[in-house]
């Protein structure tokens, strides 16, 4: 099992510039997330899925969108890049059957807009 | 709105000193608190969920314990390995989603 598996590692984007996150899961979970974290802070919650064809926003949505076509992936988009997009994002999966569920994380997206 | 607030922000210890980190948080109904590891350049690392108060648990030098307003990760006799930054969220009732506190950053000088 790979887990969590996200490309790119590393990305510099001029403003304006959209591009697109990709997090694939081999866990067979049915939650998916995206979080950013910015120096010194905690993960805010960006978009989450509880299914293929199922998404929802989180606490900062603004400039992101999501989909999920399958149980596996679920790509970030971000259109018209902004400086205060720079941050690290995780995208994270779990089973969701119920109950607290452990939530598992990718290495992370390092993206900086310029 | 779940809150979580994690202190203090960075932690210097010497090898083998020992010393607890602590989250305290507000949540409508808690289903579960988390508590990751995160080292530089790499994702969170699960480490334990605790879901009653007075539960404990325990991996290695590290233990985990709950109150109904606040939990503790006690590290013993730490070890330079144990250098990193410690989360600790939240999960309520009401969701799926997580409530991070933004993390004591440890390190351990031998």
């Known amino acids: 099992n790979a887990g969590v598996t996200q490309t790119p590692k590393f990305r510099i984007l001029k403003i304006g510039q959209s591009m697109t996150l990709q997090c694939t899961q081999d866990?067979?979970?049915?939650?998916m997330y995206w979080y950013r974290q910015d120096p010194g802070m905690g993960l805010k919650l960006i978009y989450y899925?509880?299914?293929?064809?199922?998404?929802d926003k989180g606490e900062v949505p603004n400039g992101y969108n999501v989909s999920r076509s399958t149980t596996e992936d679920f790509p970030l988009r971000l259109e018209l890049a902004a400086p205060s997009q720079t941050s690290v994002y995780f995208c994270?999966?779990?089973?969701?059957?119920?109950?607290?569920?452990?939530?598992?994380f990718g290495p992370g997206t390092r993206l900086l807009v310029l | 709105e779940d809150q979580v607030t994690q202190s203090p922000e960075a932690l210097r210890l010497q090898e083998g000193e020992s010393s607890s980190l602590n989250c305290s948080y507000t949540?409508?109904?808690?289903?579960?608190l988390f508590w990751y590891r995160q080292d530089p350049g790499k994702g969170p690392e699960f480490l334990f969920t605790?879901?009653?108060a007075g539960e404990e648990k325990e991996k290695e030098r590290l233990k985990a314990t709950l109150t109904k307003k606040e939990s503790f990760l006690h590290i013993t006799a730490p070890k330079p390995e144990d250098s990193a930054t410690y989360l600790c969220?939240?999960?309520?009732?009401?969701?799926?989603?997580?409530?991070f506190g933004e993390g004591t950053q440890l390190t351990v000088n031998p």
């Open positions: 866990m067979n979970h049915n939650y």
């Open positions: 994270a999966s779990s089973y969701g059957a119920g109950g607290s569920e452990t939530q598992y």
């Open positions: 899925s509880v299914g293929a064809g199922i998404t």
């Open positions: 969220a939240v999960q309520a009732t009401s969701g799926s989603r997580l409530t």
């Open positions: 949540v409508s109904g808690l289903r579960g």
């Open positions: 605790l879901y009653s």
